[in-house]
Each structure stands twice: as C-alpha cells, then as structure tokens.
C-alpha cells in the first residue's frame, strides 16, 4: 500500500469524525484543506431521491451563484446574421452555423457553455449525441435556447452554472475556488443548493435530497448537514 504524503495524512486527520456537519464548518474545513499549489475548485455533490430514467423525475437548471465560480467560461454559440453579431459583441468566444457544427462533429470542442438560437436547432440537433453527454447541448428549459443571445453569453460569463441529475440521481458542481472567502462559499453553496430545491421534480416522492457532499479537487469531502444547506 502507498504511504500517504504529509499533507494528505494531515488532511485526513482534520476530517476524522467529521460527519452532517453544518455549512460553515464544512466550507472551513474543505478551505483549510484545499493545499495544492493551484487555486483548488471547491465541488459540492447532492444525492436525490429522484431516478433521472423517468421523464418526470429528471432534475436539471441554472443558477447565477452570488459570487460566480472563479472560472473563466468559453462560450460558443450557434447563430446566423445580427444575433451572431450580438454574441460576439456580448463576448461569446466561438460563434457560427453549419462551420462550427462541423468543428465539433471533427472532435473539437473549444467551449464549456453552448449557446442557440431556435432557428439553429435543426443543425445543432445533429450534434445531440456529441454535446449531450458533455451537458452542453442546448436547451430552452435552461435557458440555452434564446433569441435573447446577448444576456445568454452575459449570464454564462458571470457565474451562471448548469445542473443536471445524472445516474443515481446525483446533481454534481464547482461552486467557487479555495480562493474564495468563506462567506463567498457559504453564500454559493446556499444558492446552489436552493436552485436544486426549487427544481424538484413531479415525479420526485418521499425524501427528495439525500445527501450534500463538499470537496476540494485535491482533498477529502465532508458531508453537509442538509438543514444547514437549506436554511429549514
């Protein structure tokens, strides 16, 4: 078995009996943690009860986090003429039609957000079994599939984040960076954890979420005791 470095050992030690504990220890704890030598994305993990094979119990949403997530977004989007012009004076990194589709139908996906206007659908359809399993593919119940390009790219920009329940009903995010003050955090974690809330699902019976996990990239998770997410 591998002997564990100092700082992992250390790490370990910090977060031994640690269990249901309430948002502010938990982000203290994953900050303290968080020791890399980069700027560690701290992720946040929610068990629902909830089967996302079912249509009518599949969670998925937006969020704009109070103090965005620390992370620069390329955003591409598919769009003809003036809305075309409109993103990219909005800041969007990639913009075009049928040229971009065929970018990434060749492998390459330079994005993290993905943008389109309901005209374009019928080209970015071809691209569903691409951008689907990525959480990219557009999509008018988030708010991806706009007229409106300009405050799309805008909100994609300023910390908006996607969510969708994946297997077993896990809904998974970075919500910050270890950088990030603790009442930052905090205040992420808690806007985070409401927009999952509200998006609960008509299918969705008995307990809805099961469990609220908090990490760094390189460190362990804690979990959250769910009261302390949800402010009940």
Not at 29 to 43: G, S
Not at 94 to 123: N, R, Y
Not at 193 to 218: C, E, F, H, I
Request: proline letters at 3%; hydrophobic letters at 40%; glycine letters at 12%.
């Amino acid at each position: 078995m591998a002997k564990l470095g100092k700082r992992t050992t250390a790490a370990r030690a910090a977060f031994e009996g640690k269990a249901n504990v309430k948002v502010d220890e938990a982000v203290s704890l994953v900050k303290t943690a968080a020791t890399a030598k980069f700027d560690e994305t701290i992720e946040i993990a929610m068990v629902l009860g909830v089967d996302p094979r079912h249509a009518d119990q599949m969670v998925r949403g937006t969020v704009t986090l109070p103090h965005g997530t620390g992370k620069t977004v390329r955003v591409a989007v598919f769009a003809r003429g003036e809305k075309a012009d409109e993103a990219k004076a909005a800041g969007a990194d990639i913009v075009g039609a049928e040229d971009l589709m065929e970018t990434v139908q060749g492998g390459t996906i330079d994005f993290d957000w993905c943008i389109a206007t309901p005209d374009m659908m019928g080209v970015v359809g071809r691209l569903g079994k691409i951008l689907g399993p990525r959480n990219l593919m557009p999509n008018p119940r988030v708010g991806t599939v706009t007229m409106d390009v300009a405050q799309a790219v805008k909100d994609a920009k300023g910390g908006q984040v996607q969510f969708r329940a994946e297997k077993a009903g896990v809904v998974h995010a970075g919500i910050g960076k270890a950088s990030f003050s603790q009442q930052q955090l905090e205040e992420n974690l808690k806007a985070f954890v409401d927009a999952v809330q509200k998006a609960r699902p008509s299918g969705a019976k008995g307990t809805y979420m099961k469990k609220v996990n908090l990490t760094s990239t390189m460190g362990p998770g804690v979990s959250v005791d769910i009261a302390s997410a949800t402010g009940n």
